[in-house]
Structure formats: structure tokens, C-alpha cells
């Protein structure tokens, strides 16, 4: 067979994902604090694009417009579409916005030291100036870290042994127990174990009692000790708080050789302790709060109004009269690709923070129509629910409901929801009626074991199955199970050893 070059001609499909597609996909899929992130690289690195710093202007009106009246008939699509539509003859002649992404609420940033330069303020400073940072400094909760230097630099150590000591109190955390091993200290210092051992036994010492500990069993060691209560005994029961855990009050007795009145008191202080001690202070760094990306709010009439947080989408311009300027003062190819580029880029950026928006809104407003039974009377009546009933009702695809539920929160009238939370699996009804949803089952199991008294109500997982069925709920025993385990209530095994457990 002869080789030879020949043309050919072919014809067919295929999918191009261009980048600037790809980065819209991402942007989907942020969360509010990514998407800031993200927004803040884009104003540093594009100087066409500005942030919107006016105050109120659309806002009111916005918040006014946006909610959505969710009803039986769908209703609420086609508002949804209208009232996010860009606005772009609101803007200035020289400015163009994005109608759909509100201001984000910018506060100044919170003062995080703890000192006070006294010579600064008695050198011509004001305090009326720093009125705000002496507050905070002075009202500031105190960490557990700072509670602990405080007393190192008291307790009269070597140069050494604060230096030691320095090093495990960085290494205690929020809890009051210590996350370094003594062996890997004495490597990291290149000491002996001994002198890390001794240092310890200082730290340990600290308020509050039972701090630095390595574990559950020495926090209340040490605990006991400081009120003089330790004894072999009770030092038994510390050995073996597995069996206190299951409740095993037989096997109890025997390895602490004591009678039921004696376990009963030992349990008393055991509950007594503290299992974490540096809980009472603050943590070194404020926990940042979860703040919704979409409201939920009850209107007249049974319906539901489904509004976006404005506070969470980034409010951008694209100043054309900057790019006029600089685009007319251009010379050369390159000076002229970039400012074409930046065009086009801050072009798309606003165009895909619009879509995104629309795009939460319409998810989320899906999802409220579909689970209107969970918010008006309870966890019981939340209906099945997977990613492909919501895109086909919407006509979009299921990848694309995915990444507007991951990381997306809606705040409702009966708490603050991860927007995922609201898609459960569906178990069938035994009398092949409307399919439960998991979460609805769960709560029903939890209900059933709240609800024991007594030893003789203690329901087994198979009586639980029965109870489910007659309920109209065809489960299998092993889901049972797997649920109940998922929810951390032990076995009723365990379940009637607390249950006969005196009070």
C-alpha cells in the first residue's frame, strides 16, 4: 500500500469553552466572599472599572422592585426577569452600571490591636481623632493566648523556661488543650524532654484550671487535683471514660471498686468539670458570619417573596469617559490592545455578574416554590426534591443548578439555609402515595427517640421501621440505622443504660 498526502474535508460538532466562558462558570459557582475577592483583583487590575460609591441612589428602589411573589402558577419567573433587567439610562452620561448588582455594603475596618501608643496621644494627638480605636481597645474580650502570657511574664521562669513556655502557649488552642507533643518541642527547641516536661507542669498551673492539657483524661485530672478530689478511684474512672460514655455502669464498678453510691458521686463531679476550659475567652480570630445570598420573606396572601441580598453583589461602573481619554491618547499597537482588552473585559465582568444574579434569583425561587410546605409549617412537610426537577421547571441544566446551590445561603423565615439543604433524597410511601423526603424522615426518628421516658419506651430500630410504616413511611431497617447514626443518638441498647441511669 502506497502512501500518499491527500485534503480532506470534514464536517462536525463541537463544544469550545473559552476562557472567558469558563471564568463566568466560576463566577457561578462563588460564594459572596470569593466573588469580593475576586471583584477587588479585577478594580486593581482593570482602571476602566470602578466601584460604585454612591449611597441610596437605585438602592431603595432596587430592594423595593427585586422581591419575586412565588405562587402555585410560576408566577413569579417572568417578574423575576423584568425587575433585574440592567438599567443602563440611570447612569451617568459619562458612567455605565450594572443595574442588577446593588452596592456592597464597604464598613471601615475593625481596629485589631490591643495597644495604646500613650506617647503618640500626649505628643499633639487627640483622643476625639482615635475616639473609636481607644473604645475598642480598652472593651476588646481578652484571648486566652494574652491571659496566658500574662501570667508567664509573673510567674518568675529562667530566660529558658520562658522561652519554653512561650512556645506551648502558642501551641495551645481555643479549646484549653495543648496541639504539640513534648518530643516534637524538644526537637523544634533542641532541649531535653525533661525541661519541657517541667515547663508544662508551670503552664498547667495557669488560670484557667486545666489548661494546656493533652487530652480530655489530664484536663480533668488536673481539674480534680486543684480541688483536692483526686484518688485512685476516681483516677480509675478517668482511665476508662469509654465505658462512662456507653453508660456501662456495671463494668464501671468493677475497675473502680467502688458501690453505686460511690460511681453515682464520682459521675457527679466527673460532670461537675470542665471539658474546655479556654472556652470562657475569646478566639484569636473573629469567626466571620455566613451572610445570606437571598431573603425569604412571607407576604400577604400565602406568598412567599424571594428578594437577593444586595449587600453581597458588588456594585461596579465602567467609567467610559477615562477610557475615551486614554483610548484617544493611545500611540502605540500594544497601548491600544490593552485598553481594548480592558474594555472588553470589564464589558463581560458586569455582564456576568447580571447573569449571575438573575440566575441565584431564578434558582432560588424555584426552590421556594417547590418547598413552600417546609417554610410554612415545618422540616415535616419537606418534599424530595434533586437538581433536575429544578432545571427542567427553570430550563437550565443540572450542572448549572449544581454550582448556583454550592456555597449559596437563603435566609428564611424559619432560619438560614444552604441552599443544598433544601434537596433531599425521596423515600417511597407504603401506601404509594407523595414520596417522603429524607430530611422529613430524619426528623420523624428523632421525634420517636425524644420522645422515650422510660426504659420500657425505648424503641429498637426495627420498631422504629414498624412505627415508620404504619406513619406511611417504607423504609428499611438499615436506613433506620444510617440515620440515626448520622444524628449521633446511640443504640437503644445504650439509649436505656442512660435511661436507668439515676438523675
Request: glycine fraction near 8%; proline fraction near 4%.
Amino acid at each position: 500500500m502506497a502512501l500518499s498526502a491527500r485534503l480532506e474535508i470534514r464536517q462536525g460538532q463541537g463544544l469550545v469553552i473559552t476562557p472567558q466562558l469558563q471564568q463566568a462558570i466560576k463566577l457561578l459557582q462563588m460564594s459572596n466572599l470569593e466573588l469580593e475577592a475576586f471583584v477587588e483583583t479585577e478594580l486593581e487590575r482593570n482602571p476602566l472599572l470602578q466601584r460604585d460609591e454612591r449611597d441610596g441612589e437605585g438602592g431603595e428602589e432596587h430592594r423595593d422592585e427585586a422581591p419575586v411573589a412565588v405562587t402555585e402558577e410560576h408566577a413569579a419567573d417572568a417578574e423575576a426577569r423584568a425587575e433585574l433587567d440592567v438599567t443602563h439610562d440611570e447612569a451617568s452620561p459619562g458612567e455605565r452600571a450594572t443595574g442588577d448588582a446593588p452596592q456592597m455594603a464597604d464598613g471601615p475596618a475593625a481596629d485589631a490591636g490591643g495597644t495604646i501608643d500613650w506617647s503618640r496621644a500626649g505628643s499633639g494627638g487627640s483622643f476625639d481623632r482615635d475616639e473609636g480605636d481607644f473604645e475598642s481597645a480598652l472593651t476588646r474580650d481578652k484571648t486566652l493566648a494574652e491571659h496566658l502570657n500574662e501570667q508567664l511574664a509573673a510567674a518568675g521562669l529562667t530566660p529558658t523556661q520562658n522561652i519554653v513556655a512561650g512556645v506551648l502557649i502558642d501551641a495551645v488552642d481555643e479549646g484549653g488543650y495543648l496541639r504539640l507533643e513534648t518530643a516534637e518541642a524538644a526537637a523544634r527547641l533542641g532541649c531535653a524532654e525533661a525541661l519541657i516536661e517541667e515547663v508544662l507542669a508551670v503552664v498547667q498551673g495557669f488560670d484557667p484550671v486545666g489548661v494546656a492539657a493533652r487530652d480530655v483524661r489530664e484536663c480533668l485530672m488536673i481539674q480534680l487535683k486543684d480541688q483536692n478530689r483526686y484518688d485512685p478511684a476516681i483516677g480509675a474512672l478517668l482511665d476508662n471514660l469509654p465505658l462512662l460514655a456507653k453508660r456501662d455502669l456495671a463494668a464501671l464498678k468493677r475497675v473502680c471498686g467502688v458501690d453505686d453510691e460511690d460511681l453515682r458521686d464520682m459521675i457527679a463531679e466527673i460532670r461537675g468539670l470542665t471539658p474546655r476550659p479556654g472556652a470562657a475567652f475569646a478566639g484569636g480570630e473573629a469567626a466571620t458570619p455566613v451572610q445570606p445570598d437571598v431573603y425569604v420573606r412571607e407576604g400577604s396572601g400565602g406568598l412567599w417573596h424571594v428578594e437577593l441580598n444586595s449587600d453581597t453583589l458588588p456594585r461596579l461602573l465602567l467609567d467610559q469617559r477615562y477610557h475615551a481619554r486614554v483610548s484617544g491618547q493611545s500611540k502605540t499597537d500594544q497601548e491600544k490592545t490593552f485598553v481594548s482588552d480592558c474594555l472588553a473585559q470589564a464589558n463581560w465582568l458586569m455582564k456576568s455578574l447580571d447573569q449571575r444574579a438573575r440566575t441565584i434569583l431564578k434558582v432560588s425561587s424555584e426552590i421556594v416554590r417547590q418547598q413552600d410546605a417546609f417554610l410554612a409549617f415545618g422540616v415535616e412537610h419537606l418534599r424530595p426534591l434533586n437538581l433536575k426537577t429544578v432545571a427542567d421547571a427553570i430550563g437550565m441544566h443540572e450542572s448549572t443548578v449544581s454550582r448556583v446551590t454550592s456555597n449559596k445561603y437563603i435566609a428564611t423565615p424559619r432560619g438560614l439555609f444552604e441552599m443544598k439543604f433544601f434537596f433531599t433524597s425521596a423515600i417511597a410511601s407504603s401506601e404509594g402515595g407523595e414520596a417522603h423526603s429524607a430530611e422529613s424522615v430524619r426528623h420523624k426518628i428523632k421525634q420517636l427517640i425524644d420522645g422515650e421516658r422510660a426504659e420500657a419506651d425505648v424503641h429498637s430500630d426495627d420498631r422504629l421501621v414498624e412505627i415508620l410504616k404504619d406513619a406511611g413511611v417504607d423504609i428499611a431497617r438499615r436506613t433506620v440505622a444510617k440515620y440515626r447514626e448520622a444524628m449521633r443518638i446511640p443504640s437503644s441498647v445504650e439509649r436505656r443504660r442512660m435511661l436507668k441511669e439515676p438523675a
